[in-house]
């Protein structure tokens, strides 16, 4: 298959080409690129086709990724007619996406695709075949692990969750270097002992982060100094907080289309 990437300098398309390139799921001679500042002399350490608008990178490809900014949708003039298009921009729906004419499947990376380890939910429209679904899952290996969900409407909550990758832990984690060094720890400590909590806590909880919930009644029953916290913490607004935060992404994923010029 000849893969398209637009948006391919982008974070996400970057990461999705490199990967593709470097796992040997798409030779170079293969693989179609486009973006706003044009072709370079190499991408990824390789030589690529670089289309010079996404019309042409539609024509040259069987399966089209849209990695651009929503409200960079309608300029682009996608005619993918009879293709598989993939798209990861947030907020532009099917219903927007059908314009171009191809099979549609929505997907949601994040940030932790450029180490391969994004976890990608995704939705099919109708119209696309069980050979798109297993393209879209060889793709999307490349940057880590993929589940496909029923509805469309659960993108724009995967878009909060899962799509904001590292965000919420380095907010955490500004949080706790901030009280350390506010109470006299020199930055370097600081920031270590975040990562330790961040970081190497988090690692506890990976592969069976539905444990979390035991996790923290072992904590409270323990009723030492980290159930002190919890507990302040929830005092505080903590588990209010996260939930408002999501609350806001989603609604801003369903609005970001809006934002587009039409």
Known sequence: MRIGIIGATGWLGSALGGRLLSLGIVTPD???VANRSGARSDYHGHAVTWARDAVELAALSDIVVVSVRPQDWPALGLGAEGKLV???MAGVGSDRLRDCGGRIVRAMPNAAA??????TPWWADQGVTDADRQAVTTILSAIG??????RESQIDLMTALPGSGAAYPALMAVAMARFMTDNGLPPDIAWRAADAAVCGGAAMLAGRIADAPALLAAYRDYRGTTAAGIDAAEAAGFSAAIRAALDAAARKARAMAGDAPA
Request: cysteine-free; proline content about 0%.
């Open 30 to 32: 293969r693989l179609v």
């Open 86 to 88: 993939l798209s990861f």
């Open 114 to 119: 450029d180490i391969g380890r994004s976890w």
């Open 145 to 150: 692990t993929s589940d496909e969900i029923a």
